[in-house]
Each structure stands twice: as C-alpha cells, then as structure tokens.
C-alpha cells in the first residue's frame, strides 16, 4: 500500500506522455488507482484541506473584471474571488473540506470527520456528458477538467450526483469565443493532484494528514483493505458501490444514513446518499450502437440476396 | 430514395440534432424549457440516452443503405455534393461511435482525442446542415439524374 512520499514513482516514472498544456503530462499505462479514507481516524484538523488549498493555488481562477454582460440577464455569473478563504464547503478555491456529524449509533457517541471532495467516479457522468471535451477520466482514475478548454456551462455539476464542480466567471476559453452568450467560466474541482501524481509524489491532502487517514493504491488493493477495516471496526463503506462504483472509498463506524442526516448539506456540501449508477442506462445502450452497423450490414446483405433470387426466378 | 425514405431521414436527423444540441446548456439558458411542456429539454440524461437510441436506428439505417446502394451500383451516380454528404455524414458516426466507446467505463482516450471526438462531432453536423441548404438553394442533387 502507498502510504509514504515517492511510492507513487516507480508506477508513473517513464510512461508519462507530453500532452497537456502547461507542460503538464497527461500519465498512461497506469493502473487505476482509488483511495481509502478511515474515518475513525480523521480529527478534523483540516490540515489537508489548507495543503490542498496551497498547494492548488497556482491552478485556482485568476478571473478578469469586469465580467462580460450576460446574455439572457437571468444567467448569474458565479464569483468567489473575492471569498477565496472559505473553507467549509467547495468553491472554485476550495475544492477538499470537513463535513463532521455528531451522532449516537448504537448507545455510543461519536464525532465524525469526513473530507469532501470529488469522488473520482470509474464511469464518470461529469467527464461522459460534457459536450465539449473538457472533462475525462485518466488511466490511472483520475478525473478531470481541462481548465484550459472548459466554457463553465456547469453541465458536469447538474449531472454529478453529488454536484462536485464549482464555477468561476470571468476566466477561460469563452472569453474568447462568445463571451455574453455562450459559456459562463470554468469548473473546478479536486484532480486528485495529477500534476504531484506524475512525479510520483502523493496527493498534498494525504500527505500533510498528521493521522494517516487516507490511504492510495491500486484499486483492487484498496477495496480489500477498506472491507478488512469495515470488519475489523464493524463498520460501513461509502463510495464503493456508488454511481456505480467511485475510486474513493470511505469506512466509518456509523452508517452513512445516519451521518447524512448529521451532516450540512446544500450548495457545495455534498450529501452521503445511497447514489446508482447514473451511466446504467448509456453502458447497456452503447452495445446496443456499437453493434448497430453490424446489424444493418446483415440486414443489408439479406436483402440483397433476396433480392438476387428473385430476379434469378425471373429469369428462369 | 422514397419519399417516405427521405421524410423518416429527415425527422431522425432533426431529432439527433436537437437532442445534440441538448446537450449543451443553451435550452435552459435561451428559454426553451420554460415553455410548457418543453422542460424535458434541459434534462441532459433523457436527451443523452435519446440520443444513443436515434444513434442506434441511425446507425442501422445507415449500414443497411451501405450494402442495398453498393449493390445496385449507384455508387458511380454520386455527384460531389453525394461524396461530401458520404464524408460527412461518416465523420459524424465515426465520432459519435468513439464518444459511445468512451462512455464505456472500461475506455479511456487521452485529453486531446476526448476534446477532438467531441469538436468534431460538434462540428460536422454544422457543415452537413450548410452543404444540405446550399443544395437545396443551388438545386444541386447527391445524385446523376
Ligand atoms: S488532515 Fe487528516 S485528520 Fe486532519 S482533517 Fe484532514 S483527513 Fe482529517
Ligand atoms: S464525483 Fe462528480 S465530479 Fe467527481 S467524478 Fe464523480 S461525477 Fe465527476
Ligand atoms: S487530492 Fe489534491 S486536489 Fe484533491 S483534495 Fe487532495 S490535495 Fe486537493
């Protein structure tokens, strides 16, 4: 298992491939990878939400004002750049925060802390609606978005089932475009610090936890060590199963239930609901298309041949 | 082509368009869903899945046109507007059948091909729309008479 700085680098080191802008490196031949998160463990200190804040602080939105007129009116631009500091929900500046619940489970109290942040879905919605090309899964599980080509359409947070993303006006590509009536900035998220990812270092938030709550390794790996723990503690999983499988994989002691209800959740605070595959339908209907040409090509053929034969009848 | 043939062209290509272009978030933004009975416009998961289903009868149609119309040999009586129609209408199911792979969770394309397949899936229907009016308007045939 990945706990310690430099793990990553033996896995990424030489089969990085130079293609996204900036000089970053879009990493192949990976594995997928997923990470555990033991809630038992977490104290809510929130040192990984500020080292995930420094640490992103060069990918953050440099917006420019004023924004452009909106076009029809009723489009509201979204702006956080003036609350860059807020800490306890997602913003296009803040993309990890501490939800914490208060419960009584089973005649026992309990505080849990849980840091929230995109999940790393293995069927993405977010990355398979986008209509433009910006959002996509890595090899290596990973998703994200490509702050360079992102309009802010703020698509991939309707469809997120936990509406991860956060947008930021007055930056990106739609500047350029169509400004006041196409587009509206771009969205924001955690990308699982691909850039770190690359040079084999560990994401910032797991690295400056003081309790070792999270943990990163190949999937597989980490789905039997999170059901190990879920036994050892008598306890349940989250993320696992949701959407239809996610590579973040929470163990708490408490029910999820029970912590969603102990929980804030609205804009940018995210719920813990049960959450089915939101690609269910598209996984089942993509084989239905991709075998469609071969069918049309049989029935082609079948008439064709009928066809002949008639006319073979005709001669004779 | 029949002219019930061309009428059932036309309307899937309508309804592969619109529930395209439902994929960006412009009906919501521009008020189609506000009208009454329309709200099913901005819902991107209906129109998603609408889209796979006319692709699959698209995708079908298409196939079958490919071998009766090579049969018959009426390939030679294309005109350039018939070829370019044949391309274009070729990049757009080559796209849309890479998009469909992609959406598999098993598939993964690197940043650069994602944003490709989808600018030129988003592109080509555009020409296809214009090389169909400038057609229409210069009374240019896809076919030799
Ligand atoms: S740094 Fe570790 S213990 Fe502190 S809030 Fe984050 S996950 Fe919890
Ligand atoms: S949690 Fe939401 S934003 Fe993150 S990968 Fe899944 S669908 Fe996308
Ligand atoms: S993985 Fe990186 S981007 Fe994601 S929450 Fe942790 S520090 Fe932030």
């Known amino acids: 298992m990945l706990s310690r700085r430099k793990f990553l680098q033996g896995m990424v080191a030489g089969s990085a491939l130079s293609l996204l802008p900036k000089g970053a490196k879009a990493v192949r031949d990976e594995e997928e990878l997923a990470t555990l998160l033991d809630l038992s463990k977490c104290i809510g200190c929130g040192a990984c939400v500020e080292a995930c804040k420094e640490t992103n602080a060069h990918k953050f939105p440099k917006p420019q004002k004023p924004f452009p007129r909106m076009y029809p009116s009723r489009v509201k631009v979204a702006d956080w750049s003036d609350k860059q500091d807020v800490d306890d929900r997602l913003t296009p500046y803040n993309w990890l925060f501490i939800q914490t619940a208060y419960v009584t489970w089973q005649g026992k109290e309990y505080e849990i802390n849980i840091p929230r942040r995109c999940l790393h879905c293995q069927n993405p919605p977010c990355a398979n609606l986008c209509p433009w090309g910006a959002c996509l899964k890595q090899k290596n599980g990973i998703v994200r978005i490509n702050s360079e080509i992102c309009l802010g359409g703020s698509k991939c947070k309707s469809v997120c089932p936990w509406h991860i993303p956060e947008r930021q006006t007055g930056v990106g590509l739609y500047l350029k475009l169509l400004p006041s009536y196409a587009g509206n900035g771009v969205m924001y998220k955690c990308d699982r610090c691909y850039d770190r990812l690359e040079k084999g270092l560990l994401p910032a938030c797991i690295e400056a936890c003081p309790e070792g709550v999270q943990t990163i390794g190949p999937r597989k790996e980490i789905i039997a060590k999170a059901h190990q723990l879920a036994k050892e503690m008598s306890g349940y999983i989250y993320g696992e199963k949701e959407n239809g499988g996610t590579n973040t994989i929470y163990v708490s002691p408490v029910p999820f239930e029970v912590l969603n209800k102990a929980i804030d959740t609205g804009p940018g605070r995210p719920h813990l609901k049960p959450v089915p595959n939101s690609m269910a339908l598209e996984e089942n209907l993509g084989w239905a298309v991709l075998t469609a040409p071969l069918a049309g090509l049989a029935a082609g053929a079948l008439k064709v041949v009928s066809k002949l034969k008639k006319g073979e009848e005709k001669n004779e | ?145």
């Open chain 2, 1 to 145: 082509m029949s002219k019930k043939e061309k009428w059932f062209l036309g309307l899937l290509s309508f309804a592969l368009l619109f529930t395209g272009f439902a994929q960006m978030p412009i009906f919501k933004r521009y008020y189609l869903a506000d009208i009454p009975g329309f709200a099913w416009t901005a819902d991107y998961y209906l129109n998603h899945r609408l889209h796979y289903l006319l692709a699959f009868i698209l995708l079908f149609y298409l196939f079958y046109k490919v071998v009766t119309f090579f049969s018959s040999f009426q390939l030679k009586n294309l005109t350039f507007l018939g070829w370019l129609k044949v391309f274009l209408w070729g990049g757009i199911v080559f796209t849309g059948m890479l998009r469909v792979l992609k959406n598999f969770p098993q598939v993964v394309f690197d940043y650069k091909t994602v944003m490709y397949v989808d600018w030129i899936h988003l592109g080509l229907p555009f020409l296809l729309f214009i090389f169909f009016i400038l057609g229409k308007v210069a009374g240019i045939s896809y076919l030799r008479k």
